[in-house]
């Protein structure tokens, strides 16, 4: 077992690895980085099955048959990215069962299409749940304005929730009252909430991306010296507010009942800036009752020479209040960045949902021949 990923997970961090495919499963790889590399979850995105579908012959098959039975591309997709998850839901069951369900998760996305439909996204995330069919999986929901009701009523109705594409603190505590009324909605149906988990996915990286680029337009040297920094120190303060969040009156109530913490889940953590340490999304956020989802490429370079000492965030705030200070005393308006992130993020993953769908259009038409 990798000492540095066992030290991380000791450290109260989950490692979930970000990214599945049918290769991984089917050749135990997937099964060997939950035993070697500490991995005890896994996210997906429309351009991860996009990139599995192409890259192998393992769905051939599928994709014939479905084709045969006059399946549409829509359909094609539904049946291989469940399956698919359904799998890696049984790889990871023995983890799920072993930590009372807050691990051993396998995270699912709605089409993001329907990110400004409420109804339609619930639709979507009760079929997907149903079809799964596995107590550890995570339906994946957007935090637009719109997903807000339906993550509640999802929650409401004992669906587990991964809400995504969280990039400022207003949003995010938005997104802990979507969770609180749905666990009220589920304890008022009888539920048993213990059995309802949920993680908010904070993304870092391009918070990091947007305002580099911003910072390097105004290019003084105060302005420079900020790059790299805001990612971090806005992810720290999303903990802050977790931590407040979670320690009230009407939390205190619903965990009486049995319910759990909605989980901070650091997502982006791949560095897109080659000059920035490759695992310091990783080694600059550790802290207990968090998740970080990582690419393999970032799990194998914390791996390797990844550090882990003690808590990284809770003793940091003052620090990440002065970057956040100090950004907008340089000019950085965070609202503008925030509103820009939180558009292009749902274009962003319209667009791999397009390519997810261009991709196995390609290959039915290719069964077809």
């Given at each position: 077992m990798?000492?540095?990923?066992?030290?991380l997970?000791?450290?109260?961090?989950?490692?979930?690895?970000?990214?599945l495919?049918?290769?991984?499963?089917?050749?135990?790889?997937l099964?060997?980085?939950?035993?070697?590399?500490?991995?005890v979850?896994?996210?997906?995105?429309?351009?991860?099955?996009?990139?599995?579908?192409a890259?192998?012959?393992?769905?051939?098959?599928?994709?014939?048959?479905?084709?045969?039975?006059?399946?549409?591309?829509?359909?094609?997709?539904?049946?291989l990215?469940?399956?698919?998850v359904?799998n890696?839901?049984?790889?990871l069951?023995?983890?799920?069962?072993?930590?009372?369900?807050?691990?051993?998760?396998?995270?699912?996305?709605?089409?993001?299409?329907?990110?400004?439909?409420t109804?339609?996204?619930?639709?979507?995330?009760?079929?997907?749940?149903?079809?799964?069919?596995?107590?550890?999986v995570?339906?994946?929901?957007?935090?637009?304005?719109e997903?807000?009701?339906?993550?509640?009523?999802?929650?409401?109705?004992?669906?587990?929730?991964?809400?995504?594409?969280?990039?400022?603190?207003?949003r995010?505590r938005?997104v802990?009252?979507a969770?609180?009324?749905?666990?009220?909605?589920?304890?008022?149906?009888g539920r048993?909430?213990?059995?309802?988990h949920?993680?908010?996915?904070?993304?870092?990286?391009?918070v990091?991306?947007?305002?580099?680029?911003?910072?390097e337009?105004?290019?003084t040297?105060?302005?420079?010296?900020?790059?790299?920094?805001?990612?971090?120190?806005?992810?720290?303060?999303?903990?802050?507010?977790f931590?407040?969040?979670?320690?009230?009156?009407?939390?205190?109530?619903?965990?009486e009942a049995?319910?759990?913490?909605?989980?901070?889940l650091?997502?982006?953590?791949?560095?897109?800036?080659?000059?920035?340490?490759?695992?310091?999304?990783?080694?600059?956020?550790?802290?207990?009752?968090?998740?970080?989802?990582?690419?393999?490429?970032?799990?194998e370079?914390?791996?390797?020479?990844g550090?882990?000492d003690?808590?990284?965030?809770?003793?940091?705030?003052?620090?990440?209040?002065?970057?956040?200070?100090?950004?907008?005393?340089?000019?950085?308006?965070y609202?503008?960045v925030?509103?820009?992130?939180?558009?292009?993020?749902?274009e962003?993953?319209?667009?791999?949902w397009?390519?997810?769908l261009?991709?196995?259009?390609?290959?039915?038409?290719?069964?077809?021949?």
């Open positions: 990798s000492e540095r990923l066992h030290e997970s000791g450290a109260g961090v989950s490692i979930w690895l970000d990214d495919s049918r290769e991984r499963i089917e050749t135990g790889n099964a060997e980085l939950v035993k070697e590399k500490s991995v979850g896994v996210t997906t995105n429309p351009t991860i099955f996009a990139g599995a579908v890259d192998g012959e393992r769905y051939d098959d599928e994709v014939r048959a479905l084709v045969a039975d006059g399946a549409d591309v829509d359909r094609v997709v539904f049946k990215t469940t399956g698919d359904r890696a839901c049984d790889v069951q023995p983890t799920y069962a072993a930590t009372e369900g807050v691990d051993g998760r396998v995270s699912i996305e709605v089409p993001p299409t329907l990110a400004h439909d109804d339609e996204t619930l639709a979507a995330a009760r079929e997907l749940w149903a079809e799964v069919g596995r107590d550890n995570h339906i994946k929901i957007p935090a637009t304005t997903g807000g009701p339906a993550i509640s009523d999802a929650l409401g109705d004992g669906i587990s929730v991964n809400v995504t594409l969280i990039f400022g603190l207003e995010y938005s802990m009252e969770y609180l009324t749905g666990l009220e909605k589920a304890l008022e149906a048993d909430l213990s059995r309802i949920s993680v908010a996915s904070f993304f870092v990286s391009r990091d991306t947007e305002i580099d680029k911003r910072l337009a105004i290019g040297d105060e302005a420079l010296a900020l790059r790299g920094k805001a990612g971090i120190a806005n992810a720290r303060l999303a903990y802050r507010d931590e407040k969040f979670f320690s009230g009156d009407r939390w205190a109530r619903l965990a049995g319910a759990r913490v909605q989980r901070p650091w997502a982006s953590t791949g560095v897109k800036n080659p000059d920035y340490r490759d695992t310091m999304y990783v080694t600059d956020l550790v802290v207990a009752h968090s998740v970080n989802t990582m690419p393999e490429k970032t799990l370079a914390f791996a390797d020479h550090e882990v003690g808590d990284q965030v809770t003793t940091r705030y003052d620090d990440a209040q002065q970057v956040m200070d100090d950004l907008a005393a340089v000019g950085i308006d609202d503008d925030i509103e820009v992130l939180e558009r292009e993020g749902v962003k993953f319209e667009a791999s397009q390519e997810l261009d991709t196995v259009q390609g290959q039915m038409e290719a069964a077809d021949r």
